[in-house]
């Protein structure tokens, strides 16, 4: 497990008239080289747990596990940028967090923060670039003449470059088209298939949970609501529904055709097997 | 940091916090002015009286006033200490090799402190018990007459207004920048001195960009609805002034007259 979260607790601006619980009391373990969602809604504190696991917030109680690190309420954790450096945290619209003159330099920023001599940045960033779709034409121009998607391509370059072991992505296909959430979506999923990153994303999207994801969490109010595998999360719409998710359509389209009185087991979650199964009743019948 | 808010506006049900924004505008300038007529002890008793009467009507807790004026600590007491040492008129107190302290240099800088501390409070008593948006209409109504001379007194309270609102937004998106550049092994606290200013750089960068975006954006928002500053336009709150009002601005230029006389007989 990379990651252990016992009772963890966190509470903005504690002991203030503007406290305020974001997290209170979870449990968790993250599996390690799969990719894991974390959903829930607004305010239910998915961004203020997955800062903790790289530190840059520490927990007002409980304690985590990451990568080897320890994390608990008031200790200054040791060598914070090492674990920086494990986990790569990806946050909402990233493409607010450039600054250099060029790409080349922006996407260096990182390794240099982290001791890398220029040489050895400048190599890391020739490596890194087609990774994330981009080429090398790229490395002279400014970050700021792109268009919103490579910006966002930039970025998340940045933290790659680092070459981190988690990777948290906090609504990283959030505000782009369909055709390049896709693309950032396949782009995960390539680090996690060949180079065994677990992954950790934090999402609105249940398309991208049913076909990316193996593992979901579910958030509520600070707390753990429900944690399950991808194939057993999506069998009972009707729950989904109930706590405010909108399942996928392909689920949705099975639920319609169960009301028609097609039998379809639960198992089936895919556009082909259900295609199949349908097929057979409906020949059947004819 | 995020809960920072500027001047503090507390939400509180008090004869303050009802009187008209304008009345408290004018109310506050009449009694700077007052401070700052030399009028001796007994003028500044007076003001002390009346100042305190002010505190105890908006419900205001001491403490909160007192907690306003931390900030200034430092300048206070940086001017306090040049003022004990500079000034060399009146009988010496302490004599100590080349180092001596007189009599004037104490009731000068006790008169400081005590300006000061008037100062900060009556800025405090204002903004805690107006809204930012409601300060800033009744700064707009004051200039209004100015308005004939061609002063541009309601683009300079939209400004105003504006430049309140982003306040919040800059500070949450300064804490989102320095969370996503801390994640790229950005470390503001320790390093070389080139490494701190790059590290100030990748904040401030960012920073600018995204607040002319929003300028940006706002502008055209703005546009889109038709704004144009220079139109006629009603106001959803209409500002009246009550009798609480009257009482409050006569009782404070009868503090000013006051505090001239004093300083005229004595």
């Known amino acids: 497990m990379s990651i252990e979260i016992h009772n963890l607790e966190h509470t903005y601006n504690a002991g203030t008239t503007f406290s305020h619980a974001a997290i209170k009391g979870i449990n968790l373990q993250i599996p390690d080289g799969k990719v894991t969602a974390i959903i829930g809604q607004t305010g239910s504190g998915k961004s203020t747990l997955v800062q903790h696991f790289n530190g840059l917030l520490l927990p007002t109680a409980g304690s985590l596990e990451v990568c080897g690190f320890h994390i608990q309420p008031l200790l200054k954790i040791k060598d914070v940028k090492k674990l920086r450096k494990e986990v790569g945290l990806v946050f909402q619209f990233p493409e607010y967090q450039l600054f250099e003159e060029t790409i080349e330099k922006d996407i260096a920023f990182g390794p240099k923060n982290f001791g890398a001599s220029e040489q050895e940045a400048q190599d890391l960033v020739k490596k890194i670039l087609p990774v994330v779709g981009l080429d090398e034409s790229y490395l002279e121009r400014s970050p700021f003449e792109l268009s919103g998607g490579q910006k966002r391509r930039i970025a998340i370059a940045g933290i790659l470059v680092l070459n981190p072991k988690v990777l948290v992505l906090d609504e990283p296909t959030a505000g782009l088209d369909p055709q390049g959430a896709k693309e950032m979506m396949t782009l995960f999923m390539n680090l996690n298939k060949k180079e065994n990153k677990t992954v950790i994303l934090v999402t609105h999207d249940m398309e991208h949970v049913m076909k990316y994801c193996d593992h979901v969490i579910v958030m509520d109010h600070g707390k753990v609501l429900h944690e399950a595998d991808v194939k057993e999360f999506f069998q009972k719409p009707e729950w989904l529904l109930s706590i405010g998710i909108n399942p996928p359509s392909i689920v949705r389209l099975k639920c319609m055709l169960i009301e028609k009185g097609f039998e379809i087991p639960d198992s089936i979650l895919d556009e082909e097997s259900l295609l199949e199964c349908i097929k057979g009743q409906v020949i059947q019948h004819v | ?266």
Not at chain 2, 9 to 33: A, E, G, Q, T
Not at chain 2, 111 to 128: D, G, N, Q
Not at chain 2, 152 to 163: K, L, Q, R, V
Not at chain 2, 223 to 238: C, D, F, H, L, S
């Open chain 2, 1 to 266: 940091m995020s809960n920072f808010a500027l001047g503090s506006y507390m939400p509180m049900d008090s004869v303050v916090h009802k009187m008209d924004p304008r009345s408290k505008i004018i109310i506050m300038l009449l009694l700077m002015i007052s401070i700052f007529i030399p009028s001796g002890i007994t003028g500044y008793i007076c003001i002390g009286i009346f100042i305190c009467f002010v505190l105890f009507l908006s419900k205001l807790s001491i403490k909160y006033a007192f907690r306003s004026m931390k900030p200034m600590l430092f300048m206070m007491i940086f001017l306090l200490v040049i003022n004990v040492l500079v000034i060399k008129t009146g009988i010496p107190w302490i004599q100590w090799g080349w180092f001596s302290i007189y009599s004037d240099a104490i009731y000068q800088t006790l008169y400081i402190v005590v300006r000061l501390l008037y100062m900060i409070i009556i800025t405090t008593i204002l903004t805690a018990t107006t809204k930012p948006l409601d300060l800033t209409l009744g700064i707009e109504k004051l200039l209004k007459p100015l308005e004939k001379i061609k002063f541009p007194a309601h683009i300079i309270a939209m400004m105003i207004s504006i430049a309140l609102r982003f306040i919040p937004t800059l500070i949450e998106e300064t804490q989102r920048i320095m969370n996503a550049q801390a994640s790229r092994g950005v470390d503001l606290d320790n390093g070389s001195l080139k490494e701190k200013l790059m590290a100030i750089l990748s904040l401030i960068v960012p920073l600018f960009i995204s607040a002319f975006d929003r300028a940006d954006q706002l502008a055209n928002a703005m546009e889109a609805r038709g704004y144009n500053p220079n139109a006629q336009r009603t106001r959803y709150k209409v500002l009246k002034m009550s009798s609480l009002d009257y009482i409050g601005l006569i009782s404070s230029s009868f503090l000013l007259i006051l505090n001239i006389a004093i300083c005229f007989v004595l």
